[in-house]
């Protein structure tokens, strides 16, 4: 079956630093992949997202380029704000059959930026 | 504004004690699903519903139901809560055949003592 491998966390960063969070997926045949983030005390909310191979999805200066070749689609910021603390969810959608309507989420990795 | 709202957002309970929680979306989706979310385990879909009356089984739908008897609300009840179902719980909404983009409501905290 479908799955999503995140990078372990969590992740501490001070502010205006690189970040990476790696993602890795198993699918059959070449879903659309999906960055949520999780701010405390909220619910999911899409970051960004690509829906074919080569994409690329970017959003409040992040970016993740859908990697066929590597089944990945890694998480990218070049300057991490105070404010990016979250949690960060990599997601795919299940391609059908009993799975309908289903979204396979990795572990998520807590991010926390400190000043 | 486009949202899906669920309630309550905390709610401790006893164990045995049959309790609902609520999610209403404004979007028109076709498909919801519930999920818990679980510390080092990420989301995992509790049941899902491809439209009014159409409902089945996610990953984990031990010791919960649904119904969808209307579009736009989806409630997950837990007929006899247990402390492992100790968790915090989304409701989501999603168009484009389940596999667009989801929405989430604000989450359900619940604690089973």
């Known amino acids: 079956g479908d799955s999503v491998t995140q990078m372990e966390g969590p992740v501490t960063l001070s502010e205006e630093a690189f970040l990476t969070i790696n993602c890795t997926y198993t699918?059959?045949?070449?879903?659309?992949l999906f960055w949520y983030v999780q701010y405390p005390g909220e619910g999911l909310q899409l970051l960004l997202k690509?829906?074919?191979?080569?994409d690329k999805g970017s959003n409040k200066g992040f970016e993740a380029t859908y990697r066929k070749e590597t089944t990945s689609f890694h998480l990218e910021k070049g300057s991490v704000q105070v404010s990016d603390s979250a949690v960060y969810f990599c997601?795919?959608?299940?391609?059908?059959?009993?799975?309908?309507?289903?979204?396979?989420f990795g572990q998520g990795t807590i991010l926390t930026v400190h000043p | 504004e486009a949202q899906v709202t669920q309630n309550p957002r905390y709610l401790i309970t006893v164990t045995g004690k049959k309790l609902t929680v609520t999610c209403s979306q404004n979007?028109?989706?076709?498909?919801m699903s519930w999920y818990r979310q679980d510390p080092g385990l990420g989301l995992r879909q509790i049941y899902y519903?491809?439209?009014?009356?159409?409902?089945d089984k996610g990953d984990v739908p031990e010791g919960y139901k649904v119904s969808r008897k209307e579009k736009r609300n989806f409630p997950l009840i837990l007929e006899s809560p247990s402390p492992n179902q100790t968790s915090l719980y989304f409701c989501?909404?999603?168009?484009?055949?389940?596999?667009?983009?989801?929405?989430f409501g604000q989450g359900t905290r619940l604690t089973v003592v």
């Open positions: 989501a909404s999603s168009s484009s055949g389940g596999r667009g983009v989801a929405f």
């Open positions: 699918a059959t045949g070449y879903p659309s």
């Open positions: 690509a829906t074919k191979a080569d």
């Open positions: 997601a795919l959608p299940n391609a059908g059959g009993t799975s309908y309507g289903k979204l396979t």
């Open positions: 979007m028109n989706h076709e498909y």
């Open positions: 519903s491809m439209n009014v009356e159409v409902t």
